[in-house]
T-cell receptor
Framework: DQQVKQNSPSLSVQEGRISILNCDYT??????FLWYKKYPAEGPTFLIS?????DKNEDGRFTVFLNKSAKHLSLHIVPSQPGDSAVYFC???????????FGTGTSLTVIP | DTAVSQTPKYLVTQMGNDKSIKCEQN?????MYWYKQDSKKFLKIMFS???????INETVPNRFSPKSPDKAHLNLHINSLELGDSAVYFC????????????FGPGTRLTVT
């Protein structure tokens, strides 16, 4: 049973425009959410996170929004750059047992 | 000065064999993890371990066992390998109970023939 879902396997965006990556979850016991970026043949790299007590966290070009009532979070990248092209994973932490659950990833392509 | 390293990067072996994957982190973190990424790119946690507690994902077969000789290392031992064990295995570490972002190794691609 997949508790974290990324329903868009891929996304293409023009350079300079906004990229919006979405993630949905089902478990109300998740207390922390993270986004990771992954290049081919490398491990995921931490990008940005948000606690369940907040609804927004911003770090440079990256902003994560959390809508707890909808059990939805999104990652905004503005402006998008070609170097942002990678697979983005959404992850959530359960406050029972320090377990982490990952989505299946969204492959972002930023077109120059 | 790689933060989280894994060896080997590629591992090809036959069914029934026993193999190990090594993981080392030089970040001073006290929690380490093993993940399995299957053919559908689904990244699934297998183990979470610090010097106090081992948390095992209940779906992980007991053929898989983590071994931690010290705080900087968490090796993965796999007994009686099966075809379905073919996947990419990632090791990761984090600061502990207050910081949840994880630092991942480059992955080990295991192929069981």
């Amino acid at each position: 049973d997949q508790q974290v879902k990324q329903n868009s396997p891929s996304l293409s965006v023009q350079e300079g425009r906004i990229s919006i990556l979405n993630c949905d979850y089902t478990n109300s016991m998740f207390d922390y959410f993270l986004w990771y970026k992954k290049y081919p043949a490398e491990g995921p790299t931490f990008l940005i996170s948000i606690s369940s007590i907040k609804d927004k966290n911003e770090d440079g070009r990256f902003t994560v929004f959390l809508n707890k009532s909808a059990k939805h979070l999104s990652l905004h990248i503005v402006p998008s750059q070609p170097g942002d092209s990678a697979v983005y994973f959404c992850a959530a932490r359960s406050n029972t047992g320090n377990q982490f659950y990952f989505g299946t990833g969204t492959s972002l392509t930023v077109i120059p | 000065d790689t933060a989280v390293s894994q060896t080997p990067k590629y591992l090809v072996t036959q069914m029934g064999n026993d193999k190990s994957i090594k993981c080392e982190q030089n970040l001073g973190h006290d929690t380490m993890y093993w993940y399995k990424q299957d053919s559908k790119k689904f990244l699934k946690i297998m183990f979470s371990y610090n010097n106090k507690e081992l948390i095992i994902n209940e779906t992980v077969p007991n053929r898989f066992s983590p071994k931690s000789p010290d705080k900087a290392h968490l090796n993965l031992h796999i007994n009686s390998l099966e075809l379905g064990d073919s996947a990419v295995y990632f090791c990761a570490s984090s600061q502990g109970t207050s910081r949840y972002e994880q630092y991942f190794g480059p992955g080990t691609r295991l192929t069981v023939t």
